[in-house]
């Protein structure tokens, strides 16, 4: 695989002055179409050998093309509030909107290369590392973002050489990093951990290519032949499903149907029990140990089911500083210009942190599987790759809690019917929801299968029963307080 | 000013309850009205004596509301990366969109008041914090953003009272704060300090209102009114000219007229002399004293005069992960829903890192001032906003520097005629740029008043001739070098 870069080709002058020109006028050609038609995000991932060049090659592409809509994106060790989220959590945050290019160093191969460097790597970890990225990966390509990998090698003496080169002048010699000169008595290793990533790694949607880099000009013309290459495809490569759509094999049970909701607290229980829990809230996210974790909460339910007099109650025992609160509706142009979980990744919480989302990522499917916003393709992988999302948020230290408060189709006509007589509640019903109401049957079929596909130990959904809102309240913010205490 | 308050007014049952239907029926109506017209963002800031139901009376609002259009901003004592930064940048960073309201806890009066709680007050910190805030809050207002101030206020004897009677029950024991507790002794002293406060800094485009706090519903109805008057009212307020447009006084020197435009570099001494300032670039971004800086690079000058070239030299030296290039051209939707200075305000840098701004604020005062994109009144008074901007950039530890690229009208011609014949360099060349040349002698005298108005010690213009790039290239290295050795 790194036969070719390690032989060292060169490129003459003569034989790269017309390949220059004509690659030059190609990639602008392919940038502009591509900005034109915005229909895809690119992604150039650099990785390979220390003191091959990567850099350089990295600033000839935007010498090359035009630079206003490529963005350089560096990052070193996770520090910061970085370490307080998932570790994608940062290449997710700085996603490019489509027909944007980004080219990113220290990508999220860093750590498992870092792994594949030790002197007795860990298998699980180099396995489970791949796993992750592979499943990144396909969901990118399946949103929209098109992935190649460059690996920039070079012989060993080569590498030498070329630090060598430039140390010998102080015109050039400040370009040779310390990582640079530690290369030589690693290369074997360096050469096999590459050789493992790669052959791991390498899928039609993301694949990786060899770029020698021993001649600077034979590495310009590979790395600009590899992007041109990736921004001319056209149509989506077939994606390995690394979040196969659910067979039908799972049993969907009727929760919904099957919930007690004659459930009720009256006035003076339920004043009482408010203060207590609210109370226990409280003290829980004032907690020390609750600095070294966060809350993620997630409400849905049917129209008039009660969330935001829920969220309210929550929020009454909460410190204002502590708390975001992200009411979810239809996506802005900026959202639509990335896969639809980047707007809700911008919302993951830090340690001592708490996100609450008034409707969530959920909608993938319920609202946009039931109106058809979203080809039931789309809808089927979003089970897979939400459950992967809460696997990454809990790792990482969040309690995630999903509720889903429950009402039966009277109760919602009776609110409906109240809340249009009421000259300030009357904003909260429009027609949407009497559309909604006539889909009920559509709406609970989506959300039972919801409920049986993404009920995970380490984000459960809670079923509560909100006929009553006060019983919902208190249910709500047990739940919470439970969840919480057993944890922290 | 605190005495209606200091009285303990309440509010009865009945007298409250039309009050309430009439007062939430009118406040969505009114952020409805708001909404549609989208020409103001409003922001609350919400301060006065611990203990007095600030948060509940926060909580009220966003019931009474629509809470998806209101945002709690609520901010403690600066921490992490906001120490890095002037202290009002995490309120321009949090700035919600025209139509919106924020309500700010922890706001820039923060400081302010701590100060004023002290035994002994530093008069000179408590002037310059009001003038502070008094210019903010003026450039706020001119640029769409309305605020009103609620001090919520009641007697000592109010304040007790509604502690121990929170403290008396399990159930609502936990609402109060260690810092309600402490009011009682410095009462006087917080009552002294809030008049100051009021005092210095009402003004009819930033308007403070006392909000007698004892009775609960007396201190709902005041709050809602006092909310509901601001997002009625219609029209600008007369605004102190925080930021006075500048008299003619200032001479302005044709420094573009004077500039010796003859300087120039062969091609071995610019490379032997490109690698050694690269080098000691290389050191001082990397060096330890930097960590506890940052560097803001503003680059202008006419089309063509090569600010894309000489950017790259510079960023050729710096580890990819420490700096950001911003190009700045027409705002979008997200930006013009904010004042103009937002989108900068977004890329200011923390410590350690770089900013690199291709052409900036400074839009405002050249092509917004020659294509009349902005009234005169707006881009005269932009000099001292910027000149602010500029000087908090700098006070928060940022070395500012600016360089204008020089060129004469012939050698743009050229450039001009050279791109239209290169096949990957007529992307840079557009009608717009055709258009501008023909104002040559406008953007000129912009070009001239500006350098006069904003060439400052903390910020200072490097007014550069760029006829040869090799020339310029050197020369802006040489400067930022210099600034960086000088100050590390």
Same mark, same amino acid.
């Given at each position: 695989?790194?036969?070719?870069?390690?032989?060292?080709?060169?490129?003459?002058?003569?034989?790269?002055?017309?390949?220059?020109?004509?690659?030059?006028?190609?990639?602008?050609?392919?940038?502009?179409?591509?900005?034109?038609?915005?229909?895809?995000?690119?992604?150039?991932?650099?990785?390979? *050998?220390?003191?091959?060049?990567?850099?350089?090659?990295?600033?000839?592409?935007?010498?090359?093309?035009?630079?206003?809509?490529?963005?350089?994106?560096?990052?070193?060790?996770?520090?910061?509030?970085?370490?307080?989220?998932?570790?994608?959590?940062?290449?997710?945050?700085?996603?490019?909107?489509?027909?944007?290019?980004?080219?990113?160093?220290?990508?999220?191969?860093?750590?498992?290369?870092?792994?594949?460097?030790?002197?007795?790597?860990?298998?699980? *970890?180099?396995?489970?590392?791949?796993?992750?990225?592979?499943?990144?990966?396909?969901?990118?390509?399946?949103?929209?973002?098109?992935? *190649?990998?460059?690996?920039?090698?070079?012989?060993?003496?080569?590498?030498?050489?070329?630090?060598?080169?430039?140390?010998?002048?102080?015109?050039?010699?400040?370009?040779?990093?310390?990582?640079?000169?530690?290369? +030589?008595?690693?290369?074997?290793?360096?050469?096999?951990?590459?050789?493992?990533?790669?052959?791991?790694?390498?899928?039609?949607?993301?694949?990786?290519?060899?770029?020698?880099?021993?001649?600077?000009?034979?590495?310009?013309?590979?790395?600009?032949?590899?992007?041109?290459?990736?921004?001319?495809?056209?149509?989506?490569?077939?994606?390995?499903?690394?979040?196969?759509?659910?067979?039908?094999?799972?049993?969907?049970?009727?929760?919904?149907?099957?919930?007690?909701?004659?459930?009720?607290?009256?006035?003076?229980?339920?004043?009482?029990?408010?203060?207590?829990?609210?109370?226990?809230?409280?003290?829980?996210?004032?907690?020390?140990?609750?600095?070294?974790?966060?809350?993620?909460?997630?409400?849905?339910?049917?129209?008039?089911?009660?969330?935001?007099?829920?969220?309210?109650?929550?929020?009454?025992?909460?410190?204002?500083? +502590?708390?975001?609160?992200?009411?979810?509706?239809?996506?802005?142009?900026?959202?639509?210009?990335?896969?639809?979980?980047?707007?809700?990744?911008?919302?993951?919480?830090?340690?001592?942190?708490?996100?609450?989302?008034?409707?969530?990522?959920?909608?993938?499917?319920?609202?946009?599987?039931?109106?058809?916003?979203?080809?039931?393709?789309?809808?089927?992988?979003?089970?897979?790759?939400?459950?992967?999302?809460?696997?990454?948020?809990?790792?990482?230290?969040?309690?995630?809690?999903?509720?889903?408060?429950?009402?039966?189709?009277?109760?919602?006509?009776?609110?409906?019917?109240?809340?249009?007589?009421?000259?300030?509640?009357?904003?909260?019903?429009?027609?949407?929801?009497?559309?909604?109401?006539?889909?009920?049957?559509?709406?609970?079929?989506?959300?039972?299968?919801?409920?049986?596909?993404?009920?995970?130990?380490?984000?459960?959904?809670?079923?509560?029963?909100?006929?009553?809102?006060?019983?919902?309240?208190? +249910?709500?913010?047990?739940?919470?307080?439970?969840?919480?205490?057993?944890?922290?």
């Amino acid at each position: 695989m790194f036969a070719e870069a390690e032989a060292d080709p060169s490129l003459s002058k003569e034989a790269f002055k017309p390949l220059e020109a004509r690659l030059r006028v190609a990639l602008l050609d392919a940038q502009y179409r591509r900005l034109g038609q915005a229909d895809k995000t690119l992604l150039v991932v650099v990785a390979g *050998i220390d003191g091959a060049g990567k850099g350089a090659a990295v600033n000839l592409l935007n010498e090359w093309m035009d630079p206003r809509h490529i963005k350089t994106l560096a990052y070193g060790p996770r520090e910061g509030e970085e370490l307080e989220r998932p570790a994608l959590w940062r290449y997710w945050k700085d996603l490019p909107p489509k027909g944007n290019t980004g080219i990113v160093f220290g990508s999220w191969y860093a750590p498992l290369i870092l792994e594949t460097l030790r002197k007795k790597p860990n298998q699980d *970890i180099i396995e489970a590392q791949c796993a992750a990225i592979m499943r990144f990966e396909a969901m990118l390509a399946a949103e929209g973002v098109q992935i *190649i990998k460059l690996w920039f090698h070079l012989s060993a003496k080569a590498q030498k050489a070329r630090a060598q080169r430039l140390l010998a002048s102080p015109e050039t010699a400040w370009q040779v990093s310390p990582a640079d000169l530690k290369v +030589q008595k690693k290369y074997d290793r360096i050469c096999s951990g590459g050789r493992l990533v790669l052959k791991h790694t390498d899928t039609p949607h993301a694949p990786w290519f060899v770029i020698p880099s021993a001649d600077e000009q034979m590495r310009a013309v590979r790395t600009a032949e590899a992007v041109l290459a990736a921004m001319r495809r056209r149509g989506v490569p077939r994606i390995a499903p690394a979040f196969p759509a659910p067979a039908g094999a799972t049993r969907i049970v009727n929760r919904l149907g099957q919930l007690d909701y004659s459930a009720q607290v009256d006035e003076d229980e339920y004043e009482s029990e408010l203060g207590l829990l609210q109370g226990r809230l409280a003290r829980a996210a004032r907690s020390a140990k609750f600095r070294a974790r966060s809350l993620v909460l997630v409400f849905e339910g049917q129209d008039a089911a009660g969330k935001g007099g829920a969220i309210r109650r929550v929020t009454h025992a909460l410190d204002a500083r +502590q708390f975001d609160i992200t009411p979810v509706s239809a996506p802005s142009s900026e959202e639509l210009a990335r896969p639809y979980l980047w707007r809700f990744w911008r919302g993951v919480p830090r340690h001592g942190r708490i996100a609450i989302f008034d409707r969530s990522w959920y909608g993938r499917v319920l609202v946009e599987r039931v109106e058809k916003l979203t080809p039931p393709a789309k809808w089927r992988r979003a089970y897979a790759e939400i459950n992967d999302f809460e696997e990454q948020l809990a790792a990482s230290g969040a309690l995630v809690l999903k509720f889903w408060l429950a009402i039966t189709a009277d109760v919602q006509l009776a609110r409906f019917r109240e809340r249009e007589k009421s000259p300030f509640k009357n904003f909260k019903i429009t027609p949407d929801d009497w559309r909604n109401r006539d889909k009920w049957d559509a709406y609970a079929a989506a959300a039972n299968e919801m409920l049986a596909r993404t009920d995970t130990a380490h984000a459960p959904w809670h079923l509560v029963s909100a006929n009553d809102k006060r019983y919902a309240r208190l +249910q709500v913010l047990r739940h919470i307080v439970d969840a919480m205490e057993d944890q922290l």
